[in-house]
């Protein structure tokens, strides 16, 4: 999309709105043992970065995986909160 001379962005109609992908990234980034970083622990379900840039869970497995995150904690007392 182009932006105006403010430098804002057009308001999208219905169809657009639909068919944008957003993403929000932030907090932790992802681990890389093959440069350096800790390697992930074994038999071990964890946040997984694959070579085509997928997010996903799974166990490491170094023929398809580049990144990886521990699980994000729970918070059980918000969950219930109503």
Known sequence: ????AAGELP???KEEEMNETRY????????????GDPKPP?????????TG??????????????GWLPLPKR???KEDQK
């Open 24 to 35: 929000l990234a932030g907090g932790q980034e992802f681990l890389y043992p093959h440069a």
């Open 75 to 77: 918070n059980i007392q």
């Open 1 to 4: 999309m182009r932006r105006s």
């Open 42 to 50: 074994e038999n071990t379900k964890l946040l997984l970065l694959t």
């Open 11 to 13: 308001k999208a109609n």
């Open 53 to 66: 840039g997928i997010c996903t869970t799974g166990i490491w497995n170094s023929n398809w995986c580049i």
